[in-house]
């Protein structure tokens, strides 16, 4: 019997030696170029509407019967796990973005780069955990924050707009470079 593993390991240093492998270098899984901070704020602004939400149940009058409890306790369900499901989206889209778009040169070109992705990635974190409206607001401006960097690396400028949300809040968009 022959130890097949071992085979394919000399298989595969005698063809690297023959022919020596070339280091291939991506700076994404697919190196599509396509990247936008988008995704993020409205997941931002949703973590904002289901604490406006969640405020808004708690301000209710207690319910009185055993089927106005369970109606409050399953919106209170609903809107937690949307939140959740939502911070944990504006960390992954920041991810993707800060691990797959910026550069060693956009660090040099934005130093606090750094910072505003650790920050924004706490803020994630925070805004989840509880339902604090100041959280979620803190993550919305990070968000933001990141938005407006990533649009000067395009050499676009932005602008701020009302994202017409219930939640409110603003979207920050680029605009063509003067």
Not at 72 to 95: D, G, I, P, T, Y
Not at 122 to 151: C, H, M, P, Y
Not at 159 to 178: N, T
Request: proline share 7%; aromatic share 8%.
């Amino acid at each position: 019997m022959f130890d097949r593993k071992a085979v394919f390991s000399l298989g595969n240093a005698i063809i690297d030696a023959l022919r020596p492998p070339v280091t291939v270098r991506a700076h994404c899984d697919i190196p599509c170029g396509i990247y936008d901070p988008h995704e993020a704020q409205i997941g931002a602004l949703t973590v904002l509407r289901m604490d406006q939400l969640i405020g808004e149940l708690r301000a209710l009058p207690k319910p009185n019967t055993p089927e106005e409890m369970e109606t409050s306790q399953a919106k209170l369900a609903r809107f937690m796990l949307v939140k959740e499901a939502h911070a944990e989206r504006v960390k992954s889209e920041l991810r993707v973005i800060w691990a797959d778009y910026f550069t060693p040169d956009h660090l040099k070109q934005y130093p606090q780069l750094h910072e505003q992705f650790f920050q924004a990635m706490k803020l994630a974190s925070k805004a989840r955990q509880g339902t604090n409206l100041a959280d979620a607001q803190a993550l919305l401006a990070a968000v933001q924050g990141i938005a407006e960097t990533f649009w000067k690396t395009k050499g676009a400028g932005t602008r701020r707009q009302p994202s017409l949300q219930k939640s409110g809040g603003d979207m920050i968009y680029p605009v063509p470079a003067a």
